[in-house]
Each structure stands twice: as C-alpha cells, then as structure tokens.
T-cell receptor, first 111, second 113 residues
Framework: DAKTTQPTSMDCAEGRAANLPCNHS???????VYWYRQIHSQGPQYIIH???NNETNEMASLIITEDRKSSTLILPHATLRDTAVYYCIVRVPFTGNQFYFGTGTSLTVIP | GAVVSQHPSWVICKSGTSVKIECRSL??????MFWYRQFPKQSLMLMATSNEGSKATYEQGVEKDKFLINHASLTLSTLTVTSAHPEDSSFYICSAPYRETQYFGPGTRLLVL
C-alpha cells in the first residue's frame, strides 16, 4: 500500500471550511484515496473516497490533484462535532481490503 | 448503508480470564472481517484477518493462541482474548468490507484488572 503523509494537527474556526491535506506521492494507478475520521472513543467513520475525479457527498468534498500525488479533504462548514482524527488511506479496493492506518490529522474545531 | 456492530461495547475482567468480543455485519454479508487494536493516543493497528470457513491470518507479532478468532457465519466474527492480562487492555475494533470500502464497528473497550 502507498504511504500517506498528513499534518499531525490542525485547527479550524467553527463555520469555516476545513481543508485537510494528504500526500501520497507513491500511489499506483489502481489505488483509491479513502478518508475516514475517528471521534474520540468511537470506531472510524467512512467519509468519502475517489480514484481520480473530485468527489462530493453530504459530508465532504475530495479534491485529488491531476497527478494523483496528493489530495485534500474539505469540510465546507466545520462544526464542533467535526473535531476528530482524520485518516487518509490509499488502497486498491476488492483485494484483501485491509486498511492500514497512519497517524492521521487531529482536527480541532474552535468555537 | 453498511452497518457493523460490536458487543460488548465495554468489558472489565480479572487477569487470567478470557473475554469474547463479537463483530456483526447487520445488513450485508462479509466473508472477511478485520480486527484492530488501538492503544491511547495511537493509531489503529491491524491484528488479524478473519476468514469465513477458514483459519484467520495474523499480522506479524500477534499471538494467534492468545487472540482466538472464529468467523462462524457470513455475518459474525468473534475475537477471544485468552488469559487476559493488564497489558491487553485496549480498544478493539472490527471492520468488514462492503463494495469498494470498509465499515467499522463502534469498538469494544477492554479493561483487564
């Protein structure tokens, strides 16, 4: 699996957009980018995933660069409940499907 | 959406006893499930892959005789921590793949006294 690099921590003002970056410079052509988050003492929650096109759902938007070496998760209007550790993972789907977690980004939304 | 449940959500046991944790896929079938362990302020560490109808595969360094895994059906996997010791106290999380992604249970907090 491709290794990912994320900042250790970030702050964001409530109501503003939170932009969480992820570098995955060794990503291979058939690997998808997945984002999960983990709120304290809970299991990871799926947010969004994509291959090369930008994706949007009710939770967030995922922007993947054209060379696919990095991506950004965007929470358009951060709330206090978005405070969590966010994990970026690259993985080929349907193949064993273990997800190996890095250290993630601890996002704190500030009132 | 795909839902994964775990039971119990938390458990306290005495040192030397065994503890069983259940992981269920509620609205889909899963021939494979995964077990993770998470210590405070650390990331999730994959422990083992549970396979329906065959033996589990363990990550390097995980004792298979201590962490017994049984994938009894297409919707149930169990993790038994045998002869638990205080150092086994942790947050145990299971997951199951559904379509292109993977869904996680809410986790089980184990405290061994």
């Amino acid at each position: 699996d491709a290794k990912t690099t994320q900042p250790t921590s970030m702050d964001c003002a409530e109501g503003r957009a939170a932009n969480l970056p992820c570098n995955h410079s060794t990503i291979s052509g058939n690997e998808y980018v997945y984002w999960y988050r983990q709120i304290h003492s809970q299991g990871p929650q799926y947010i969004i995933h994509g291959l090369k096109n930008n994706e949007t759902n009710e939770m967030a938007s995922l922007i993947i660069t054209e060379d696919r070496k990095s991506s950004t998760l965007i929470l358009p209007h951060a709330t206090l409940r978005d405070t969590a550790v966010y994990y970026c993972i690259v993985r080929v789907p349907f193949t064993g499907n273990q997800f190996y977690f890095g250290t993630g980004t601890s996002l704190t939304v500030i009132p | 959406g795909a839902v994964v449940s775990q039971h119990p959500s938390w458990v306290i046991c005495k040192s030397g006893t065994s503890v069983k944790i259940e992981c269920r896929s509620l609205d889909f079938q899963a021939t494979t499930m995964f077990w993770y362990r998470q210590f405070p302020k650390q990331s999730l560490m994959l422990m083992a892959t549970s396979n329906e109808g065959s033996k589990a595969t363990y990550e390097q360094g995980v004792e298979k005789d201590k962490f017994l895994i049984n994938h009894a059906s297409l919707t149930l996997s169990t993790l038994t921590v045998t002869s638990a010791h205080p150092e086994d106290s942790s947050f145990y999380i299971c997951s199951a793949p559904y379509r292109e992604t993977q869904y996680f249970g809410p986790g089980t907090r184990l405290l061994v006294l």
